[in-house]
């Protein structure tokens, strides 16, 4: 990741409701049924904006790992916890093969349009099946990959589409779950499996 990651502009981009993950943030987060004292990662959490509403829903006594590779963003994210007095928020330096997390430590898994940035998908998935406790869920949010439907710059910036991600994820230990809809979301799907 760049040094001169500019934060400033990944927050108006990434937290502008013209940005259907955002706009839908509070559909999705419902979605995942998070309860008080759970412990949740979420995986690319980028400017946090997702991290801040899994450590409400968690509770004082949950912890939300909030899990990035960018040092911009790792310090945006722990100024923001702090700022905002989110105690249970531990943010953490991932890798690029693996999420840096203790075995069996979580109980979900979340990755919000960040499963096409891996470089390393099966090392990845293998690092978030030891962090996942037994029966835990990976739930992915994730771009279409549609030829004719999808915009052209998706199409090209998105490795895989959702069958391509979902046989990825089969193979690599977790069982399919469920198809979650969200309503209004249309250029993503999410999809949730467990360990």
């Not at 500019?6 to 013209?18: K, L, M, Q, T, Y």
């Not at 910036?157 to 230990?173: D, F, K, P, W, Y």
């Amino acid at each position: 990741e760049s040094p001169d990651l500019d934060v400033a502009a990944f927050v108006e981009i990434f937290e502008s409701e013209s940005r259907e993950v955002f706009a839908r943030r509070h559909e999705i987060a419902k979605k995942l049924e998070l309860a008080p004292g759970m412990a949740i990662a979420d995986i690319g959490a980028g400017t946090g904006f997702f991290a801040e509403l899994f450590a409400e829903a968690v509770g004082a006594e949950g912890r939300v790992y909030a899990v990035e590779v960018s040092p911009n963003f790792l310090d945006h994210l722990r100024k923001r916890a702090h700022t905002r007095g989110f105690t249970q928020i531990e943010v953490v330096e991932g890798g690029e093969r693996s999420v840096r997390l203790a075995d069996a430590s979580i109980d979900l898994a979340f990755l919000c349009d960040t499963y096409h940035h891996f470089e390393y998908p099966r090392a990845m998935l293998t690092s978030l099946h030891r962090a996942l406790r037994p029966g835990g869920r990976l739930v992915i949010v994730d771009f279409e990959k549609i030829e004719g439907t999808t915009r052209p710059w998706i199409l090209e910036h998105v490795r895989v589409g959702r069958q391509g991600v979902s046989a990825e994820i089969v193979n690599a230990g977790f069982r399919m779950d469920q198809q979650m809809h969200v309503d209004g979301m249309t250029e993503n799907y999410m999809l949730q499996f467990r360990r």
